[in-house]
């Protein structure tokens, strides 16, 4: 088995991850761990609702290093895109993959003022988009 498809199954099965974005004020390099949801090879990150570091970092700078750290250790470069349209943030919150998150609160409070975002992978890494 090749290191990318390692990758690749890492991005299938595993949960936690480290992001290391650029801070939207300080312009320094801030390491947040946090999930990420494989929806069907769309890879999207997301939290409950309310003021998140890491998103604000996000929209200012959406080049980050996407880091697994369960089964692989790999640092994938990637580009963050906002989810703003209503019928996509409830179609990508109401997923399955989403559960834990909707047992949090309601469904309509995480499309109003879930972060999320969806991730492409750029570089080396973007072989890894489906």
């Known amino acids: 088995m090749s290191e990318l498809d390692d990758i690749r199954n890492a991005i299938a099965s595993d949960l936690t991850i480290d992001i290391v974005t650029v801070g939207a004020r300080t312009g320094k390099a801030q390491e947040t761990e946090i999930w990420f949801l494989n929806l069907n090879g769309r890879i999207v990150i997301t939290g409950t609702p309310g003021r998140r570091d890491w998103l604000a970092n996000l929209l200012t700078h959406p080049e980050f290093t996407f880091r697994l750290k369960e ?24 997923d399955i993959a989403a559960h834990w998150y909707r047992e949090q609160t309601d469904l309509e409070q995480l499309v109003a003022g879930a972060p999320l ?9 973007a072989a890894l988009n489906c």
């Open 71 to 94: 089964s692989v250790r790999a640092e994938l470069p990637a580009r963050a895109t906002p989810i703003t349209d209503p019928d996509q943030r409830r179609a990508v919150l109401n």
């Open 117 to 125: 975002v969806e991730v492409t992978f750029t570089g080396w890494a």
